[in-house]
């Protein structure tokens, strides 16, 4: 299958043709003088979707390059446009001859996607589609906005053309260059007169779950197809349009060059790469009611009733004036359908749903108000108003990292269950860990369903005398029995740091002595110790007796929910206004992902002591994983700063220990909570 589409990456060609042969004409836009050169011509084909065009312009430029370098970077622009454009033969020819290790962290991203791109080429669109994942918000954007434009096409080949319109609409929001939206606006625009041809306007079936941009794009082809009687009255109707899809992106160019129309409003400044607020609908509520979106029945209900009750009893103590939440049973209720009874209840935001493959749906779904999905998922999609919560371990296992390296531990061990979940807790502590200077010496994974770890640790021990210390990532169980195996293995002095999930989040020095000297991370709601805390948990067990301390974590995270839900109420969520809740100190991430600042304890005497607690002042110095590095990190582990509500008691930190002469050098478990899956 060889499909053509509009759109090359912006980003992408300006680190790459626009450094030889001037950025003028990188970025098509409308109207613009003739290209000067092979490159200009072959960026500007390649930027409106002429592919073969930028192909046979970048191996003209580079045959009449001088220098190796340039012939070199034309030839593996020319590559990745004939895969972009699916002439996947083409593609493989030219990068034969392209090293992948000589390419710069972006270019290698690139080149990756180009021999994905010449995969799937021959695939059916559907197929393809399912081997072309969509970005993460850490995808690089030259990469990010590619993939966009790329599953359009094959949306679009698919006959779908409101998904692929969509994936134009996700596509802006990655484009670093103000006429790469304007020619990407027009491409929708296109496509949307496209879609009214066929029958689908925005109230068609088929786009009743499309964002409310997508829905304003067909209602302007829809407008751009009418006859009407005079000028006046089409003004008439544009100005309507404008009424119902404020701060849409046809204002930009669209309204002036394919209406001519004079009334264009202005839009939000474009950010890009990140998340665009501004773009595709409101970001504030539309009224001060609240509904949870829970599976109240089927086999998560038991972990939904405690997220209930944490949410409940939080609005119970600070209502803020608000009316009392709705709750739905998302279980019985499809996106759409919630949707729809949201939007009939006058619901001004909404908080839920709970697994990762509804947080995904909704993150797609067209909704006129805000919502705080309580689960985090690195396939949703990015769109203003829509928020991330959850329990995630990758948060944790970072934090285990910058508390070692900041510790002055630097060379690690890691043992984490086999399975996905193993995986993800791994990657996120091994970058962490790299960021920060640090070193993953060795690691293995092991079977969580045995009692005996004997040959993964062996494993992990072998041969590594230089390891500073491990990271576990375990249930209670696992984490004792491996505690205890290390210490067979004579690794009595390699310390141990790991997640919140060693900790039952009950005290049971009998059955917790084995962890004697381990270090975890875990939530304020566990860790804090003092009047206020202290007397809400003593609150919430008189109401609601075990629930409240068998789901503690589940619990808080309905707490916190609600704060986040009344503070977006309120004031909004900002990252300059971190919140101090019960899962950590909260603090929303451009990209609508809310971060947890955390607390640190140690087993002593088979019970956790608490040694830091997370603090405001942390949350606003951002201390971000992937820009600090090592150099910048306090000697110190404590994260604390004065004071807080949590009221912890002193803190402390473990300290360095020499370098180690004999030691270890470098599981399928879901975690306990349905938020971490």
């Known amino acids: 299958m060889t499909v053509f589409k509009a759109g090359l990456r912006a980003a992408a060609i300006m680190v790459s043709a626009a450094a030889m042969a001037g950025c003028a004409s990188q970025m098509a836009g409308g109207p613009s003088s003739q290209p000067s050169s092979p490159a200009d011509a072959a960026a500007r084909a390649a930027a409106t979707g002429h592919y073969q065009e930028a192909v046979r312009e970048y191996m003209r430029a580079s045959s009449r390059a001088s220098r190796p370098d ?70 690089v954007p030259a990469v990010a906005q590619r993939v966009w434009e790329k599953r359009a096409a094959l949306h679009f080949a698919d006959n779908d053309p409101v998904q692929g319109i969509e994936a134009l609409v996700q596509r802006d929001v990655w484009l670093m260059n103000d006429r790469a939206a304007r020619a990407n606006d027009n491409r929708i625009y296109d496509k949307s007169l496209d879609a009214i041809g066929l029958g689908i306007g925005p109230n068609s079936r088929a786009a009743a779950d499309a964002g409310k941009t997508t829905r304003g794009w067909l209602a302007l082809a829809q407008i751009g197809q009418q006859r009407f009687a005079d000028r006046a009255a089409r003004d008439r109707a544009l100005a309507n349009w404008q009424r119902k899809y404020p701060n849409h992106p046809a204002n930009r160019s669209v309204l002036a060059k394919r209406f001519n129309y004079a009334g264009a409003t202005p839009v939000a400044p474009r950010q890009p790469g990140r998340f665009n607020g501004g773009v595709m609908g409101p970001v504030q509520p539309t009224s001060d009611q609240v509904a949870l979106a829970l599976p109240t029945t089927g086999r998560f209900k038991n972990a939904a009733q405690a997220i209930r009750d944490g949410f409940m009893f939080a609005y119970r103590n600070k209502p803020g004036g608000m009316p009392r939440p709705l709750i739905y049973d998302s279980a019985s209720m499809p996106p759409r359908a919630l949707v729809s009874r949201a939007e009939s209840d006058n619901v001004g935001l909404l908080v ?17 108000m805000p919502e705080i999905a309580l689960n985090t998922s690195s396939q949703a999609s990015r769109r203003p108003g829509f928020y991330q919560f959850g329990l995630a371990p990758e948060d944790e296992a970072k934090s285990a990292a910058a508390y070692a390296v900041q510790a002055g531990y630097r060379r690690a061990l890691a043992l984490v269950p086999s399975g996905e979940w193993g995986d993800r807790v791994l990657d996120a502590f091994r970058s962490a860990l790299t960021v920060r200077g640090g070193r993953l010496i060795g690691y293995q994974t092991y079977d969580g369903d045995s009692h005996d770890h004997t040959q993964a640790i062996k494993a992990v021990l072998q041969n590594q005398p230089s390891a500073d210390f491990i990271f576990v990532a375990a249930q209670p169980l696992q984490a004792r029995l491996i505690r205890s195996q290390l210490k067979y293995y004579h690794a009595f002095d390699l310390p141990m740091v790991t997640t919140s999930h ?51 974590r589940l619990f808080a995270m309905g707490m916190d929910a609600w704060l986040l839900a009344r503070r977006l109420y309120r004031s909004g969520l900002s990252p300059q206004q971190p919140i101090e809740g019960m899962t950590g100190v909260l603090s929303v991430q451009p990209d609508g992902y809310i971060r947890r ?54 803190t402390q930190g473990f300290k360095p220990l020499p370098p180690r002469r004999q030691s270890a050098p470098s599981g399928n478990d879901n975690g306990p909570w349905p938020s971490e899956n």
Not at 92 to 106: E, F, K
Not at 355 to 367: C, R
Not at 627 to 646: E, H, T, V
């Open 352 to 368: 839920g749903p709970l697994g990762k493959p509804e947080v995904t749906a909704m993150s797609n779904a067209a909704l006129p």
């Open 502 to 552: 060693a900790y039952s989040g009950q005290v049971n020095p009998g059955e917790d002595i084995d962890l004697n000297g381990v270090h975890f991370v875990d939530m304020p709601w566990l860790l804090g110790r003092g009047g206020t805390i202290t007397r809400l948990r003593r609150e919430a067990a008189d109401a609601y007796g075990m629930e409240a301390k068998a789901y503690a």
């Open 597 to 650: 600042y955390l607390g640190w304890a140690v087993f002593r005497n088979g019970r956790p002591q608490t040694l830091s607690m997370p603090s405001i002042s942390q949350a606003r110095r951002g201390d971000n994983y992937a820009q600090q590095s090592a150099n910048a990190m306090p000697s110190n582990p404590n994260p604390s700063s004065g004071p807080n509500r949590f009221d912890s008691t002193r």
């Open 70 to 139: 340039a012939r070199y970077r034309y030839r593996l622009e020319a590559g990745l446009a004939a895969a972009q454009g699916g002439d996947a033969k083409t593609a493989r020819q030219l990068l034969a001859g392209i090293n992948p290790d000589s390419l710069d962290a972006t270019d290698r991203a690139r080149y990756n996607l180009a021999q994905r791109e010449i995969e799937i080429a021959d695939m059916p669109p559907g197929q393809a589609l399912t081997r072309l994942p969509k970005p993460t918000r850490n995808t």
